[in-house]
């Protein structure tokens, strides 16, 4: 077995056991991890509010505002993922699920249910269920998340497909509507949806179990099984969590658009983890939280909304975050470089 | 025990159960996928006699062509233990490239459209061996990447080839009708198929998918063979996508999308272990098979094509679960 063990160093953050960090670099690091982002912000807001006057606007911070609110939601979930050392490919299958679900749930074109807000909360629980199914297969089956996810993203836009059925359903629901449109003290209520989700984010993550075992599961496993804590429920916790804010992040791309489509959740799983990863949250597990993560998907609206304002193509953006993501995890696993170890 | 071959018996001496628990593992990664492949085949022909004619194995083994060069390639990169999700953005990103080069460069348009997806592989090896970063995350970066700039290319839109400059790919040769894509998909494992039988190219894979200090220790060029895999795995990429262009008569920015699954399930399903260190090209072609003869199978049976999807993320799963090494994941992340 020996040669076998020596692959054995954890795979992502290089932390063999009994190799101590540097003692000064953590603070350093921390420091850097901690209010780097948040500089960044500060600089890309002065550097579009310098190249375009339209930037510096009440209408378009709004549109800023608006346009996070979905990613922030989904940001608030990925990040448990992420704080477990996991990652989540699911979101677009997720969303695409939840927002047909909720279409074909609430007063529609399609048929004659009319569920309400029951519809949306039947929404949310299909999330957690898409959640909890790759959590268990996870856990259960030992199948690195990725390949999980992946598989799941792939069977909840099947399934969307299914219930599209070729025929898109529009919301015929004014309450509904109400919340993509309606407006408290100048911005749209699902701004304040999106704020609440990420208050109750950082409460699960400050003073619940399942917020303070993630980053100890995602900073070493080992001895967080060693010293007790059930490491596969907590992670099955987390993923089921992490589903239940896509389906919300489902059910508001529905109520923005006014109708349910299988695309509802396109380019929304990169940018998650491009802010997730810019905010701070580390991909290694055990770092970050859901302030990093906000601060993260703050950063990725502003380039977004920054670049379509001086003139830059639309079909860049991708892009863009494929490199910057690249780029952050190549910049904070920089250090952590070893001759003899194993990244896959 | 044959099946037990170079994969990693040195790592189980005197350790009795392991070595049948692994040997049973590895017959059942062998014959499984073959008699699956069988049953398939004898259901469909059941279901309708006019499968096994020469006509249709022609026209499901000249479909399944895509796939299989994808595969190849991609193989490889999982046979090192890593995985390389930007095969089927990389695809489409030449497709794009080849429709808009051809009315310049002609036929010569194909090979720099396959040098251009190997430096792009290049780029991502680069990085995932040299900054360490894990190459799911430096190919899904690439996966945005080569989509925006066949989108930036192509300014989102469908682009047309006229002329026969690449009627070459989708033609029938010989008294047999045999698909011209079918012949050339066959050379191209040959040659994936000669050069591992016949250099220690295969050997270096699979050490360093077993495990890597140990083959880096035992003097194996790991970084220079890691970063080949991904070079060879994109230029196959590229290569996939001039077919696809061949079939279409056109170029698009997202032609080959959706390939990406089927793709990473072929790989699987024919029994090559997604952590690595086990596998080959004769079970890629399996898995490809598989694939593409249950996707037949499907429409026979009168599936409706929009449950594709689920059938490939279930599949996906089930295999990985079947095929994983779970002796090589002390945390499963």
């Known amino acids: 077995m020996a040669p076998a063990r020596l692959g054995l160093a954890p795979p992502e953050t290089g932390r063999a056991p009994g190799s101590p960090r540097p003692s000064r670099r953590p603070d350093r690091a921390t420091i850097l991890a901690d209010f780097g982002p948040l500089g960044a912000l500060v600089l890309l807001c002065l550097l579009f509010g310098f190249l375009s006057p339209q930037f510096a606007t009440w209408g378009n911070v709004r549109n800023v505002l608006d346009s996070a609110s979905v990613l922030a939601v989904i940001a608030v979930g990925l990040t448990f993922v992420l704080l477990l050392g996991a990652i989540d490919l699911s979101i677009e299958g997720v969303m695409a699920t939840a927002a047909l679900s909720v279409a074909l749930l609430v007063a529609n074109s399609r048929n004659d249910l009319d569920f309400g807000f029951m519809g949306v909360l039947a929404a949310v629980a299909i999330g957690a269920g898409f959640g909890l199914a790759s959590g268990l297969l996870s856990t259960g089956l030992k199948i690195p998340s990725f390949m999980t996810t992946l598989g799941m993203s792939a069977i909840g836009i099947g399934i969307a497909t299914v219930l599209f059925g070729g025929v898109q359903p529009a919301l015929r629901s004014p309450e509904l509507a109400e919340w993509a449109s309606g407006q408290w003290f100048g911005l749209t209520r699902l701004t304040y949806v999106a704020v609440a989700v990420v208050l109750i984010g950082i409460l699960v993550q400050r003073y619940t179990r399942l917020g303070r075992y993630a980053r100890a599961i995602g900073g070493a496993e080992e001895l967080a099984l060693l010293s007790g804590i059930p490491v596969r429920r907590y992670k099955t916790l987390a993923f089921t969590f992490a589903g239940a804010t896509y389906g919300l992040a489902g059910v508001m791309v529905t109520t923005q658009l006014g109708s349910g489509i299988v695309q509802a959740g396109v380019g929304q799983n990169f940018a998650a983890i491009t802010a997730a990863v810019v905010g701070g949250t580390l991909l290694s597990g055990g770092r970050g939280g859901v302030l990093h993560s906000i601060v993260g998907v703050l950063i990725v609206t502003v380039l977004v909304n920054g670049l379509v304002l001086i003139g830059v193509s639309p079909y860049v953006q991708g892009a863009v975050q494929g490199v910057i993501v690249v780029a952050a995890v190549v910049i904070t696993a920089w250090p952590l470089r070893k001759r003899l170890r194993v990244v896959k | ?333």
């Open chain 2, 1 to 333: 025990m044959s099946v037990t071959d170079k994969t990693g018996a040195f790592s189980r001496l005197g350790d009795g159960p392991r070595l049948t628990q692994s040997a049973r593992r590895q017959l059942l990664l062998t014959v499984m996928p073959v008699i699956v492949l069988a049953a398939l085949v004898a259901a469909i022909a059941i279901a309708n006699p006019n499968f096994l004619r020469a006509s249709s194995i022609w026209t499901v083994l000249d479909s399944a062509v895509p796939l299989m060069i994808l595969a190849s390639g991609a193989m490889l990169v999982i046979l090192v233990g890593g995985i390389d999700l930007s095969v089927a953005s990389l695809a489409s990103m030449a497709s794009v490239l080849v429709a808009l080069w051809i009315p310049a460069l002609g036929g010569w348009a194909v090979p720099v459209v396959i040098i251009v997806c190997a430096l792009a592989g290049l780029l991502q090896g680069a990085i995932h061996v040299v900054a360490q970063v894990p190459s799911f995350l430096v190919t899904l970066g690439g996966l945005a990447v080569w989509s925006g700039v066949a989108l930036l290319a192509s300014g989102a839109s469908t682009i047309p080839v006229s002329g026969t400059t690449l009627d070459w790919t989708f033609t029938r040769v010989g008294a047999w009708n045999v698909p011209s894509a079918v012949l050339i998909a066959a050379a191209l494992v040959a040659v994936f198929a000669l050069v591992l039988a016949f250099t220690p190219v295969r050997r270096w894979l699979i050490s360093i998918g077993s495990s890597e200090p140990a083959a880096l220790m035992a003097g194996a060029p790991v970084t220079q063979t890691k970063i080949a895999a991904f070079v060879v795995s994109a230029a196959c990429a590229g290569f996939a996508g001039i077919m696809l262009v061949g079939r279409t008569f056109s170029g698009a920015p997202t032609l080959a999308d959706s390939l990406l699954l089927p793709v990473v399930a072929a790989i699987v399903v024919g029994g090559t272990a997604i952590t690595g260190g086990f596998g080959g090209i004769g079970r890629t072609i399996v898995g490809v098979l598989i694939i593409t003869v249950l996707r037949v199978g499907l429409s026979v049976a009168g599936v409706d094509s929009s449950y594709e999807q689920i059938f490939y993320g279930v599949l996906v799963i089930a295999a990985v679960a079947m095929t994983i090494d779970r002796s090589k994941l002390p945390f499963v992340k």
